[in-house]
């Protein structure tokens, strides 16, 4: 019922920037939190950021600096703005959901297909 659909991925220089989307759309009742994850060629998936719908967010240490979390509840749509991008950034950007939706009584966690964000350095 539930599908979260990202946009905004590509190529981008280093030193760049690049926002990144992620609306959730179906039959959802609501959502306590959105984030953003990425996981890189080898490596384990990482916490990137994570907003609550009352707009408390967790960034993971090494992304505070350059990255910024937003939302925009009307539109069940969650935003991740990368600034001074580097190589290492360089992964597949994810993004999940903490919801319920209109047939559930418990929140589940879902998760969109990725975003490929690539830095060229």
């Known amino acids: 019922q539930v599908q979260l659909v990202e946009s905004g991925g590509g190529l981008v220089q280093a030193g760049g920037s690049l926002r990144v989307s992620c609306a959730a759309s179906?039959?959802?009742?609501?959502?306590?939190?959105m984030g953003w994850y990425r996981q890189a060629p080898g490596k384990q998936r990482e916490l990137v950021a994570g907003i609550s719908s009352g707009g408390s967010t967790n960034y993971a240490d090494s992304m505070k600096a350059r990255f910024t979390i937003s939302r925009d509840n009307a539109k069940n749509t969650v935003y991740l703005q990368m600034n001074s991008l580097k190589p290492e950034d360089t992964a597949v950007y994810y993004c999940?959901?903490?919801?319920?939706?209109?047939?559930?009584?418990?929140?589940?966690?879902?998760w969109g297909q990725g975003t490929q964000v690539t830095v060229s350095s």
């Open positions: 179906g039959s959802i009742f609501s959502i306590s939190a």
């Open positions: 999940n959901a903490r919801l319920r939706t209109s047939s559930s009584l418990y929140e589940n966690v879902y």
